[in-house]
């Protein structure tokens, strides 16, 4: 195109639906990977580096992609997303003009509402940086915590009690696998759809130590072969948190209506949008709606 010759390519709407259909179709075509998609693990690659953000010193967060430097790549809870980020590097060919920060927040879009999930505005603005501002390890939450954990990692980026539940609703997609972070198993029965049904587990089911040489996690009574992390089990133990949880698990709208809503800020901590575009954020059609 001509932005490649003259270098003064300034994407538009148009171009970013391209960049949207484009890693629909890859969705779609590669269909092999793990429970049928490579959505669950787009979705925790764009949490993983939004993540990492800090309020108080304004560091971290989705600008950068510095996940593909060693020192944050190599971190204990981003073992196996070399998955994701390989999926997508096709994609970044294909449309160079895209930053990896924004292509990966972008992929995370895409899969939501690809696998069934709410509309998730979206804005680019995020410059990829070099590996001076990797994040130190330890940002993100550790599974084998509680209550008090999840409100200091939350906390920290500027999150309260009712959009910590609201954020992990997204248990309801992918599994746990032992050659990544050890623990094993999808937490419901549907890990390729959005869905409230992980606090509908949470709350029906009852829950006991699995008897295995793992790490400590949760089985359900009923069919022993979903699993629960120690920091989901929390949600419930939490009078505060199970609030949540009760109202999320009544209303799969409500769910989604909150769920959009965070997700939104979360894929948006610490970046340095231009002025103004707040009022002009970009809402892709899912294909097959
Ligand atoms: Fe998570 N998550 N997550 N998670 N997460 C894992 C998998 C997935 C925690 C631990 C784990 C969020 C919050 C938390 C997704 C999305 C989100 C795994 C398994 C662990 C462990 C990794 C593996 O073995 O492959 C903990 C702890 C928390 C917390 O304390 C709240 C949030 C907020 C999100 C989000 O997206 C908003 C997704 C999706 C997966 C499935 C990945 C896959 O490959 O499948």
Request: charge should be negative; hydrophobic fraction near 35%; include cysteine.
């Amino acid at each position: 195109s001509a932005g490649e010759t003259t270098g003064i390519f300034t994407p538009k709407f148009e171009d970013y639906e391209k960049v949207y259909k484009e890693i629909a179709e890859l969705l779609e075509e590669k269909d092999e990977y793990d429970d049928g998609s490579y959505g669950p693990v787009l979705v925790r690659l764009a949490w993983h580096c939004s993540g990492t953000y800090d309020a108080e010193t304004g560091t971290g967060g989705s600008n950068g992609a510095t996940m593909r430097f060693a020192p944050e790549g190599d971190h204990g809870a981003n073992a196996g997303l070399v998955a994701a980020r390989d999926f997508l590097e096709p994609v970044k060919a294909k449309f160079p003009w895209i930053s990896y920060s924004d292509l990966w927040i972008l992929a995370g879009i895409v899969s939501i509402q690809e696998m069934q999930g709410p509309s998730i505005p979206y804005r680019p603005g995020r410059v990829d940086k070099d590996l001076s501002a990797c994040t130190p390890d330890g940002r993100l939450p550790d599974a084998s915590q509680g209550n008090k954990h999840l409100r200091a990692i939350f906390g920290r980026m500027g999150f309260n009690d009712q959009e910590i539940v609201a954020l992990s609703g997204a248990h309801a997609l992918g599994r746990c696998h032992t050659d990544r972070s050890g623990f094993e198993g999808p937490w419901t029965f549907s890990p390729t759809v959005v869905t409230n049904e992980y606090y509908k587990l949470l709350l029906n089911e009852k829950w006991s130590w699995r008897k295995w040489n793992g790490p400590k996690q949760y089985e359900d009574k009923t069919s022993k072969s979903l699993m629960m992390l120690p920091t989901d089990v929390a949600l419930v133990s939490d009078k505060a948190f199970k609030t949540y949880v009760e109202k999320y698990a009544k209303d799969e709208g409500l769910f989604f209506k909150d769920f959009a809503a965070v997700i939104n800020k979360l894929f948006e901590l610490g970046v340095p949008f231009a002025e103004g575009s707040e009022n002009s954020k970009m809402v892709f059609k899912p294909t097959n709606a």
